[in-house]
């Protein structure tokens, strides 16, 4: 069973974001969802993840659809978007920012448990705990944003731009973390960047649109040896 | 002596403004929504408070019914009108006004219907406690025992308030629910829930600030009007999106207005208010405890 999404289209007033798209990504596999501004790979993490309701098509993740629903429902069902921008709630403590991962669940002995492991994946946050998310910087901000997302146990991680604003070495740091991330827990990862290279480097399979259309879907050391695509769509 | 006694009275009715400011910034910051009707759920629960008193001549019986009767309307106020309008009218600008208007009309029709059940005229209901003031040797300042109680009720209150939002794992959803609800709800928190228990603080929070008030007054469809005039000042001198900032708010609004009515002239009770508010803004823009982008618990 996997994330199966079947012709959906997405609709911003009479802005056509998504239009007919269609692909699927296997279980544990990390899927890059690469293109230009404007295509509609915000759009579609926000229709995937609840926030936004689709026009037609269909989507499914272990075999239930996950079109109209609410976020917290999703949330519930192990699926956790990470959106872009403002990821984290400045006016909270770390601390308070982490604990809302947790908030829900009833296993408080498996939340302890999940935070102190993310405290041991972002040492930095655990010396941070009690300041305000505001004091952050914007790495500090993306690996907040992540492990609050980890202490709800996700098997479904949406990830909207975790290198959006960030210096090259700390984007290194948190695809790298990433990609261990998800082997170690078994993840299955959809992550939209700009950022074609990092993202292929980690991903199992990229998914080019363009426009809120498909242009190309394949192993991602296929599409990086293409030399169209590199030249159309991977910025090289 | 004289200034200790204006100090104290004006203690006391501040802790009530604290208290309805409380109700109004909740509602503010967790829906963006300037409750008017805040005033009318207040006088349908006090109503309440009214008839339990008149019938079973128990002010501590109709405190928390009135308490629980607020909680319930506002939660009510918020499922059937508030939500159902924000579903319906999303952007533009009839959907930042439309609230306001609503709420006005609220007020309006709750006003009617309590006047419809218990008419127009003024009733009243005794404190469960003295209203004479403290004597001291052989003078007596006008601060009573109930005036006491009045400012024990609100401290008692907003000390559950802080705790509640400050230590529990509710008020950490209703603080993240208020701050950054799209983050919140990707968190998993279920938003429309948590606002509707903050409507119900704040409409509880109302009662008991109409409840104690009454005594001091006397009880008709639109007696709290001025209170929420008072209680919308106080709650933008503390700067509109904080608990401390309502409670500060109240407090110099009592004082200076229990100054004026004082040292200067008993006419200029509402005048003054805004002429409180004027000078708090021009000297701090956003407010005592407003913040220019953020906001604070």
Known sequence: ?236 | MRLISTLLIGISSGSIYSLMALALVLVWRSTRVVNFAQAGQAIASTYLGYLIISRTDNYWLALPVALVAGAIIGALVDIFLIRTLNKRVKSGPVASISPVIITLGLLGMIRSVVGMIWGGDARAYKAPISTHGFTFGTTTIPFSPYNLLTVFTCIVVMVAFSIIFQRTNLGLSLRAAAFQPEIARLAGVRVDLVRTIGWAFAGGAGAVAGVLVTPANSLSPNSLDLLLVLGFVAAVIGGLESMIGAAIGGLVLGIGLALILEYVSTSLAFPSAFIILILVLLIKPSGIFGKKGGRDA
Not at chain 1, 145 to 165: M, T, Y
Not at chain 1, 199 to 209: E, H, R, S, T
Request: proline share 3%; net charge neutral; aromatic share 4%.
């Open chain 1, 1 to 236: 069973m996997s994330l199966i999404i079947d012709n959906l289209t997405v609709r911003h007033g009479a802005i056509t974001a998504i239009d007919g798209l269609s692909f699927s990504v296997k279980e544990q596999e990390l899927a890059a969802v690469i293109g230009a501004n404007g295509a509609g790979k915000t759009t579609l993490l926000r229709t995937l993840s609840g926030l936004k309701t689709p026009v037609s098509g269909s989507a499914s993740w272990q075999g239930e659809s996950i079109l109209n629903c609410k976020p917290e429902d999703l949330v519930r069902r192990g699926i956790l978007h990470v959106s872009d921008g403002k990821t984290v709630i400045p006016e909270l403590s770390v601390k308070e920012n982490l604990a809302l991962g947790g908030l829900w669940r009833k296993d408080k002995k498996d939340v302890a448990v999940a935070t102190d492991e993310v405290i041991d994946l972002f040492p930095r946050l655990g010396e941070r705990l009690s300041q305000s998310a505001d004091t952050l910087s914007g790495g500090e901000r993306q690996m907040l944003a992540i492990g609050r997302a980890l202490i709800s146990r996700p098997k479904l991680l949406f990830l909207d731009e975790p290198s959006l604003g960030l210096a090259p070495l700390i984007i290194e740091q948190i695809f790298s973390t990433l990609d261990s991330l998800r082997h170690k827990l078994g993840l299955t990862v959809v992550l939209v960047e700009q950022n074609a290279m990092s993202a292929l480097g980690i991903a199992d399979i990229g998914i080019i649109i363009n426009l809120g259309k498909l242009v190309t879907t394949g192993k991602s050391k296929d599409l990086t040896s293409d030399p169209a695509l590199q030249a159309a769509y991977l910025g090289y």
